[in-house]
C-alpha cells in the first residue's frame, strides 16, 4: 500500500510556471507506475502524464505536450510534474496516483492509489 500527497499548486499567471510534488510512503515506491491527473470544475478527471517504474519512458496528453514535464526519485520516494508555460485551461485540480501495474495508464479508474490534490490556477 502506498499513501501519496501532493504539494505545491498554486496562482499563476498564464505564461507562468509551478512545479508539483508528490511524496509517498512505503518502502517499494519504485515498484509503482505513476500518473498525474487533473480535474477541472464541471469535468471528468484527466490523463495529464505517466512516468514508468523505473524512469526510463513517460508520456503526455496532447495538451500539455512540451510544456510539461514528469520526473520521479525512486530514492527520495517523490515525482514531480514541472509545468511552463500555462494556460487558462490548465486550471484545475492535480492528482498524483499510483499502481503497480496498470492496463491503461491513461485510465484513471486503473490507479488503486490517489492523493487528496493540489489546486492549480492560472489566471489571463
Known amino acids: 500500500q502506498v499513501q501519496l500527497v501532493e504539494s505545491g499548486g498554486g496562482l499563476v499567471q498564464a505564461g507562468g510556471s509551478l512545479r508539483l510534488s508528490c511524496a509517498a510512503s512505503?518502502?517499494?515506491?519504485?515498484?509503482?507506475?505513476m500518473g498525474w491527473f487533473r480535474q477541472a470544475p464541471g469535468k471528468e478527471r484527466e490523463f495529464v502524464a505517466a512516468i514508468w517504474w523505473s524512469g526510463d519512458s513517460t508520456d503526455y496528453a496532447d495538451p500539455v505536450k512540451g510544456r510539461f514535464t514528469i520526473s520521479r526519485d525512486n530514492a527520495k520516494n517523490m515525482v514531480y510534474l514541472q509545468m511552463n508555460s500555462l494556460k487558462p485551461e490548465d486550471t484545475a485540480v492535480y492528482y498524483c496516483a499510483a499502481d503497480a501495474r496498470p492496463r491503461a495508464h491513461r485510465d484513471p479508474g486503473q490507479y488503486d492509489y490517489w492523493g487528496q490534490g493540489t489546486q492549480v490556477t492560472v489566471s489571463s
Open positions: 512505503g518502502r517499494t515506491f519504485g515498484s509503482y507506475f
